[in-house]
């Protein structure tokens, strides 16, 4: 969603829909473990936690000790993988409320609305988020909110983001996505303040011209990267920008668009870009650009952020680049290495874990059946807690 042209957006890690009872170490036992570095399908391990929800130890089950009484959960017919990061959300933001009917949308409603996407996130096994343009705030709200605990959850936050819209959109009114909507020199300045305050900056780009001025002036990502060219990625590869292409939603605006209240306009749009997007995609891949995974959710159904994995695969990655996208690759481009992305020790106990295996058929993880968040249990659709 492309509203306004300087959004300030916040990473909420973690949303909502953890009990608050989750004080406790404890463990939990894996048959499977993809340890997302190397790709590697580990079997019988256990991932030990304190109080803090924090991973204090991952490794065999024989040799790994829980905490002392501690039961650890048995995930032994499934297999773990680290919560999953959506770098590019709109949590307060639905697809019903798309072209003239946002209008009837007030600001405090939207809030509202994004405490309910938080919780359909967190379940489908997306523990942290960037959350990149919302209007009158309503990300703040939700963010302070989740804090305060207003909101069940636990919660915390990485650094917050700048995001900039630096050419046009496809579901903004009024505009064309191949045009720049600032120069060079207005990105550059725009990227300068930012990194000064230690923030990030992401810059809405669908624009040739606009991918390439973002890239040169230090922007952190792409959002969107449509019609990105041969330079425009070699730039990428050079500065060592993240591209994030929302490759699924595509297929919803063109087969739901005009339901959910989309103008004709934005539709028309989409038909043009959407094919371009997914090809550059490939292209961008296969040429060794860094991508995160992030999906514009609120423009397609919040919950269904997964099913964008499989475009992925679609469009050119191995099951493991796209599980990669959504973890050590996003956790790098939020700054948040060192304590999300991975199963390891020292980050969140954020776990996720599914039925089958997710390098054979990545398609398992739009059924996430367990969720945990810093250590506390969100969903677990495996048997009894
Ligand atoms: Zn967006």
């Known amino acids: 969603m492309r509203r306004t042209l300087l959004l300030f957006s916040f990473v909420v890690a973690s949303t909502a829909g953890a009990p608050f009872a989750s004080a406790a170490p404890g463990a939990v036992r894996c048959g499977k473990l993809l340890d997302v570095r190397s790709g590697r399908m580990l079997t019988d391990q256990l991932i030990v936690f304190d109080a803090n929800g924090t991973i204090t130890a991952v490794g065999s089950a024989a040799s790994t000790s829980a905490p002392h ?36 949308i007030s600001i405090p409603r939207e809030a509202i609305i994004g405490a309910k996407n938080a919780r359909l996130t967190v379940r489908a096994g997306f523990t942290t988020v960037r959350n990149v343009g919302a209007s009158g705030y309503t990300d703040v709200a939700l963010r302070d909110g989740i804090d305060a605990g207003d909101i069940e959850g636990t ?23 191949g045009t720049p909507q600032y120069t060079l020199e207005e990105l550059q300045a725009i990227a300068e303040e930012a990194h000064k305050l230690g923030r990030k900056v992401a810059a809405h780009a669908h624009g040739t011209q606009s991918i390439k001025d973002a890239i040169h002036a230090g922007i952190d990502s792409i959002e969107h990267s449509s019609l990105i ?44 870009i959407g ?29 269904d952020n997964a099913k964008q994995f499989a475009k992925m695969v679609e469009w050119g990655m191995k099951p493991i680049d796209a599980i990669q996208a ?10 948040w290495s060192a304590k999300a992305g991975a199963l390891e020790a020292d980050h969140y106990a954020d776990i996720i874990a599914v039925s089958g295996d997710p390098l054979s058929d990545v398609r398992v993880l739009e059924s996430v059946k367990f969720v945990m968040k810093d250590g506390a249990v969100v969903r677990n659709d495996f048997g009894a807690k």
Do not use: W
Not at 240 to 249: A, K, P, R, S, W
């Open 275 to 303: 094919r371009l997007q997914r090809e550059n995609f490939r292209h961008a891949f296969q040429s060794g650009a860094k991508i995160a995974f992030g999906t514009d959710s609120g423009v397609y159904p919040h919950g």
């Open 69 to 104: 009484g501690a039961v650890p959960i048995d995930l032994s017919s499934a297999t773990c993988l680290p919560g999953l990061i959506d770098a590019h959300t709109h949590l307060t933001g639905d697809p019903t409320n798309n072209g003239y009917q946002g209008l009837g």
């Open 326 to 335: 959504a973890t050590i690759r996003a956790a790098d481009l939020l700054g």
């Open 155 to 177: 919660v915390k936050y990485g650094a917050d983001l700048i995001k900039v819209c630096a050419s046009g959109g496809v579901l903004s009114k009024g505009d064309q996505p």
């Open 229 to 272: 060219d041969d330079e425009g990625i070699a730039l990428a590869r050079q500065h060592g920008t993240y591209l994030v292409f929302d490759i699924y939603n595509d297929d919803f605006i063109l087969q739901e668009g005009a339901k959910a209240g989309m103008l004709p306009e934005s539709i028309e749009k989409e038909k043009k």
